[in-house]
């Protein structure tokens, strides 16, 4: 039997289990990929909020990053939430003798309850030390504002933003227009060569949480597959859909989608 493709999420765990490392795993699995973890926060959060968030030591973080792919190796890395300027370099430190291996940079700034998940500090690292080394950066539009300056109000803005991420260095940048107004979603996905819209319908839904991570993930689960990019962004924008669409309802607030769609959930 083939083996899966490997992907490390590096990541914060979140007990509510719809974004972070738990949604990584989730989305991971249901799309044929072994997934592999290195712990950079332990949140206290449920559907309604963010109430602790707790980083792990600097050593502890590059220690599970260098033993994994030390070991186990990985085809593709997925990036979310970091949290400090000091995580950031610390992952970037310990990625160096990797940079041959796909990565997905998920910018993770804001919790879906509006809780901040980065410090400024870390916005600048983000920027100078993993962005110019990303294959993929997924930034949601007010994300993507803020490491680029532009206002992101229009597709034509998200197009313009994504272009500004990839003269900053990334290989193609995916900004997420689920923010902006009106009842369709457009995602833009520009490279050096190209430009692709996702469009849908926006799901009247509140199980909104942990669409980002998810999203990111399911992309990084088709570049280590060896799809072609466009593919894996189209795939993992289908799979979003389809876990929105599907979602079991759990939680008094912001609750999580279906990730366990392919596997009859």
Not at 109 to 115: E, T
Request: contains cysteine; charged residues 15%; negative net charge.
């Amino acid at each position: 039997m083939a083996k899966p493709a490997r992907v490390l999420s590096i990541a914060g765990s979140d007990s509510g289990g719809g974004a972070g490392l738990q949604a990584d795993i989730k989305t991971l699995s249901a799309l044929n990929c072994y997934a592999m973890t290195a712990v950079t926060a332990i949140t206290v959060q449920d559907t309604t909020d963010v109430y602790g968030v707790h980083p792990v030591p600097l050593d502890i973080i590059r220690e599970q990053i260098t033993r994994v792919l030390g070991d186990i190796g990985a085809d593709a890395i997925k990036i979310g939430m970091l949290g400090s300027d000091d995580i950031v370099g610390t992952v970037a430190g310990a990625l160096d003798a990797h940079k041959s291996i796909p990565l997905v940079l998920d910018t993770v700034m804001f919790a879906k309850g509006g809780a901040t998940l980065l410090n400024d500090g870390g916005v600048e690292a983000l920027k100078t030390k993993l962005l110019p080394h990303a294959d993929l950066v997924t930034p949601n539009a007010p994300e993507a504002a803020i490491l680029t300056g532009i206002r992101v109000e229009t597709a034509d803005d998200l197009v313009q933003a994504a272009q500004a991420l990839v003269a900053l260095g990334a290989k193609a940048a995916l900004v997420k227009g689920g923010h902006l107004a009106g009842p369709m979603l457009t995602d833009a996905l520009v490279t050096a060569f190209d430009v692709h819209f996702f469009e849908a319908w926006r799901i009247d839904t509140d199980s909104t949480h942990g669409t980002g991570c998810t999203l990111a993930s399911a992309c990084a689960a088709g570049i280590a597959q060896g799809m072609e990019l466009f593919d894996a962004v189209a795939r993992a924008h289908r799979y979003v859909q389809d876990g929105l669409r599907t979602a079991p309802g759990f939680g008094q607030g912001s609750g999580p989608l279906n990730h366990m769609q392919k596997l009859k959930f």
